[in-house]
């Protein structure tokens, strides 16, 4: 089985992997002790390591990402732009960010079994289903202890901050990827284990996925579920590159329809 390009792999010497995190950031440190300490895990004893960097980067990931948020989606309203918050910087989404960006392997630590936990988790975020294994907590720390270290190197200026951290965060996730009909954001790589926990949730059958290929390296899946009051709904995804894409696309769909029921019944569209 094969992983990503982030999987541990044996630590670099610390002269080289500044210049690495920084080639990564696309940004050169004027005080490079900063990135050292925030690449240092509180398990290294007798030096500096990420905790107050840490803290205060998570302020100020929070800050950043809400004003950017406030202003990008003026029509929103606080539940919603909640979500949003919770789909960028949830502390899953910023593992994922340390895994995909490949900051893991230049922490300096001495935590036994930090390996396993991030192959685990890689593992499952490229099976696409993150959701399902806890994404360790010092991925995410390692994101925001960054965050911080660049937010002091700049002078604390917040749009500067943002013009280099957008970069590493990536795309925002916007509304048309959140669902706001149920009880957290929607990412559409984490559709079928939000379908699955909807279903447990429901007291529903698993949903039932037939996947068919359409064209050469191309698959189309249908996801069918039968609600409480025996009502079956049926929905088709569209062409994916691999069957797990497919089955995503489809339980994504119907997540949905099934929000769009929802709302409708709220309002009293729909009998009840």
Same mark, same amino acid.
């Given at each position: ?15 080289? @992997?500044?210049?690495? %995190? ?20 509180? @398990? ?42 919770? /789909?960028? %910087? ?23 079994? @930090? ?84 279903? %447990? ?32 709904? @049926? ?14 696309? /489809? ?10 029921? /929802? ?10």
């Amino acid at each position: 089985m094969s992983f990503p390009a982030s999987l541990p792999s044996p630590p670099p010497e610390r002269s080289s @992997s500044i210049s690495d %995190v920084e080639a990564i950031l696309n940004y050169k440190f004027k005080n490079p002790k900063l990135l050292e300490e925030a690449l240092t895990h509180p @398990s290294v004893q007798y030096t500096p390591n990420y905790e107050r960097l840490e803290f205060l980067g998570d302020r100020v990931v929070n800050l950043v990402v809400g004003d950017q948020l406030f202003q990008a989606y003026p029509g929103l309203n606080e539940g919603e732009l909640t979500d949003l918050m919770k /789909a960028n %910087v949830s502390n899953e989404n910023l593992a994922r960010v340390a895994l995909r960006r490949g900051l893991y392997p230049f922490l300096r630590h001495k935590m036994p079994n @930090s390996d396993d936990q991030v192959s685990e988790f890689a593992r499952a975020v490229e099976e696409e289903d993150g959701g399902s294994v806890k994404a360790p907590d010092f991925l995410a720390d390692i994101v925001e202890s960054v965050a911080a270290a660049i937010y002091y190197d700049v002078g604390s200026n917040l749009k500067r901050f943002w013009k280099i951290f957008k970069g590493l965060l990536g795309p925002i996730v916007g509304p048309e990827s959140v669902n706001h009909g149920f009880d957290g954001p929607l990412e559409i790589e984490k559709a079928k284990l939000e379908l699955d926990k909807l279903c %447990v949730q429901k007291k529903w059958h698993k949903p039932n996925y037939e996947a068919v290929v359409s064209d050469p390296q191309q698959y189309v899946c249908t996801v069918e579920i039968v609600t409480g009051d025996g009502v079956p709904y @049926s929905v088709k995804g569209e062409k994916r590159s691999s069957k797990k894409k497919a089955e995503q696309c /489809a339980a994504y769909r119907m997540l949905l329809v099934l929000n769009d029921q /929802a709302q409708k019944r709220q309002r009293g569209e729909l009998l009840t």
